[in-house]
């Protein structure tokens, strides 16, 4: 899928492709042509699904396709929880519509009213707002509703958690009865669904993360690994187990960088993509690593999610994400339509946390296995109740003297989780297809 495809225009296509994006998102693929088409949009994403391009950009194009504001009016709103979102919503419209003669503007509470009010006496075309701050302005008569054409509705799931469901109410009963709405939000509860009631009709429904079967094949595993040994291990699984093109995770791009330099001095090919690397370095490096010429790839989650590889054999989370959606991203790029892939996590004491997200947000846990020589000395924590098990018995290739050497540094916590876990030692591991449901989608800009 292209940009061009979508039907995006000449002037926005230009600054997406300054904007250094080569291929549009999930959401932006899905929510781009409806909204151009006018339809209403309910959609499941949140922040880092690239969701603000995926409104953003086909709502420019609708406004410069119709005659200008008018004084103290706007004709597209955008309503966001918190003024960061608030501001970079903003952002994005500026960066998108640069080549375009649109104005906009964003208000947020917090900060004098008046610099607002005179922003928006020749009107804007895009106001981005926060809802109290939006009130007062338009108490104080700095704006009027009545020429809005399209209304969205950012992280509406926030904003109903942040308790701006009668402030959305009073909005939205100033607001023209005809109008195009976009609602966004993490997840279709029935809160936002009874919100949308009334608020929206008949819309496309986008879920970027649907139940996707394919998921199914991905078999998952964890190897437990102190922090300053995952290079090494990583290092010595490529090796041993003859591994070919991998994505590697890193959740920074420092970190991509070291590590890649770290697999070199192995005389393994690695290249890394992140945030500071040129457009035609990531191009190059893509491009190599297609062509079998680099072995691992090592991504960062939004370098990773600009480009367009997948049906890969493995994924390795050198880091576990922060947000536990990011992993069902990350992982989904192996095992694709049908074909079976291993996603692999080298999980460190202090990622207990993230791990504990993780495995209660795809409701199991995933098999752990032990390499020789590499078990950890800080142990990873069993990290949730016995409500979600596992598939299969985990197995160990752990032998006596490690056992002892751990029973003596580590205590008996470590001794527990082998005993509910583990095999006798030196058993085959087993490690197949934790089955799993993909759930809604959603990722962090991690670079
Ligand atoms: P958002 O979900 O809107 O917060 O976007 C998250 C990040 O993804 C932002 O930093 C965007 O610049 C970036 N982004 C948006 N669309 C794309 C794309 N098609 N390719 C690569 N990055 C993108």
């Known amino acids: 899928m292209t940009f061009e495809k979508l039907g995006l225009s000449e002037e926005l296509l230009r600054s997406v492709s300054e904007a250094a994006y080569t291929s549009p998102t999930p959401i932006q693929a899905q929510a781009i042509p ?80 008046n610099p607002q009010m005179m922003k928006l006496r020749r009107g804007v075309d895009i106001l981005v707002a926060t809802p109290g701050r939006l009130l007062d302005l338009f108490q104080q008569r700095a704006i009027n509703f009545n020429d809005i054409e399209v209304l969205v509705l950012d992280e509406a799931d926030r904003m109903l958690d942040m308790g701006f469901i ?50 199914e094949t991905i078999s998952q595993i964890i190897y437990p690994v102190d922090k300053s040994r995952k290079a090494d291990l990583l290092s010595h699984l490529i090796i041993k187990e003859k591994w070919y093109q991998v994505l590697v995770f890193s959740r920074t791009k420092h970190g991509a960088d070291k590590l890649m330099k770290r697999l070199s001095r192995d005389n393994i090919h690695a290249a890394a993509i992140h945030g500071n690397k040129s457009q035609s370095q990531r191009t190059k490096a893509l491009d190599n690593f297609k062509k079998n010429k680099i072995q691992i790839l090592v991504a960062t989650d939004i370098a990773a999610r600009g480009i367009d590889i997948d049906h890969l054999s493995h994924v390795v989370n050198f880091d576990l994400p922060n947000v536990p959606e990011d992993y069902v991203h990350r992982i989904g790029r192996t095992g694709r339509a049908g074909e079976s892939g291993q996603a692999i996590s080298l999980v460190s004491a202090d990622e207990a946390k993230q791990l504990h997200d993780i495995e209660r947000l795809i409701k199991r846990k995933i098999n752990r296995k032990e390499i020789e020589t590499f078990e950890p000395q800080h142990n990873l924590p069993e990290s949730l109740s016995s409500k979600y098990s596992r598939n299969k018995q985990v197995t160990k290739t752990t032998n006596n003297k490690t056992k002892r050497y751990k029973a003596k540094h580590n205590g008996s916590s470590e001794k527990k989780s082998y005993n509910r876990y583990s095999k006798p030692q030196n058993s085959v591991n087993s490690n197949n297809g934790n089955r799993q449901r993909r759930p809604a989608s959603t990722a962090t800009p991690a670079i």
Not at 174 to 187: C, D, G, I, V, Y
């Open 34 to 113: 409806a909204i151009l088409q006018g339809k209403d949009v309910m959609a499941a994403a949140q922040t880092g699904t690239g969701k603000t391009a995926g409104f953003t950009l086909p709502l420019l194009q609708l406004l410069n396709e119709k005659p200008p504001v008018k004084n103290n009016r706007a004709r597209a709103l955008v309503l966001t929880p918190t003024r960061e979102l608030a501001a970079q919503v903003q952002e994005s419209v500026f960066t998108y519509g640069k080549y375009m003669n649109l104005r906009s503007t964003v208000v947020f509470g917090g900060v004098k009213i």
């Open 166 to 215: 009668h402030d959305i109410r009073k909005i939205m009963a100033l607001l023209p009865k005809k109008r195009q709405t976009l609602m966004f939000s993490a997840t279709f509860s029935q809160e936002i669904r009874q919100l949308a009631k009334g608020i929206i009709s008949n819309p496309i429904e986008i879920d970027v993360a649907p139940r996707n079967s394919a998921v």
